[in-house]
């Protein structure tokens, strides 16, 4: 049984590069990573899609988190990634300058976001995680996008409610 209450008191994240910042996501709700694939370009979508891809036969809206973010461009490399995740149970492809692990954190190394941040992005952030020197921004996944957000990503694809 204590095995089961360290286990709890531990989240896996995945973790990447956007810039030279490190964010961070919960493991649960990444499905895989995968790298840079072809996108379909949609137009008229909001400026932060980038199109779709097809996954084994599924197709998925994709979000360039540069643009999200309002970060500046950056040319795509062998080290872009794009991580599928779940938002509302439905699949949305992530792009990211890099992918760089998988890891463990005491749940009382995530501290709340500072107030005067967690109104700038809607909640966007779920907490700061802190290894070593290291500081992690863990997203929450349902805010990264808002309620108008979400029903312009599911008119890009007809058919997904």
Not at 19 to 44: G, K, S, Y
Not at 63 to 91: A, G, H, M, S, Y
Not at 134 to 154: G, M
């Amino acid at each position: 049984m204590k095995q089961d209450q360290e286990a709890a008191a531990e989240v896996q994240l995945v973790t990447f590069r956007l810039e030279q910042e490190e964010f961070a996501l919960d493991i649960n709700q990444v499905r895989e990573v995968l790298r840079m694939a072809p996108v379909t370009l949609l137009p008229q979508s909001a400026h932060f899609i980038e199109g779709v891809i097809n996954l084994r036969g599924e197709i998925i809206p994709v979000i360039d988190l540069r643009k999200r973010f309002e970060l500046p461009p950056k040319e795509r490399d062998e080290q872009t990634r794009i991580i599928i995740v779940e938002i509302e149970e439905q699949k949305v492809g992530l792009i990211v300058d890099l992918v760089t692990e998988v890891l463990r954190l005491p749940s009382e190394a995530i501290k709340p976001p500072p107030e005067r941040v967690v109104n700038v992005q809607n909640d966007l952030i779920r907490g700061i995680g802190k290894i070593e020197k290291r500081l992690l921004i863990i997203l929450n996944l349902t805010k990264i996008l808002d309620a108008e957000e979400k029903i312009a990503l599911r008119e890009v694809i007809p058919g997904v409610e």
